[in-house]
């Protein structure tokens, strides 16, 4: 797993995932700590990820969802794998 200091932005506190799906920014913040630290991507099996954040894997895929159409992530799926890519990762991750 990736070592080393992730940056967040106090301005996440007015993002609406942050107030009101506490679910799929539980998400984010798993896939904050475990991207790629250089491109903010991540390939990953559902049911892994699922499995390790002890959660059920359609209430995952959904909350995945919720990400994607607030234009916080990226998701390219195919039927093995997702990569998920965060956006504005080098905005916020860079020097």
Do not use: C
């Not at 995945?64 to 080098?90: E, F, G, P």
């Amino acid at each position: 797993m990736n070592q080393g200091w992730v940056k967040l932005y106090r301005k996440l506190l007015d993002n609406e995932i942050w107030h009101h799906d506490p679910t799929a920014w539980r998400v984010f913040e798993y896939f904050l700590l475990t991207v790629n630290k250089d491109t903010g991507k991540r390939t990953f099996g559902r049911f892994q990820v699922s499995e390790f954040l002890d959660m059920n894997p359609n209430t995952f895929y959904k909350a995945l969802q919720r990400l994607k159409n607030a234009k916080m992530v990226t998701l390219t799926s195919n039927n093995k794998y997702t990569t998920i890519y965060i956006l504005k990762w080098h905005s916020y991750q860079g020097n």
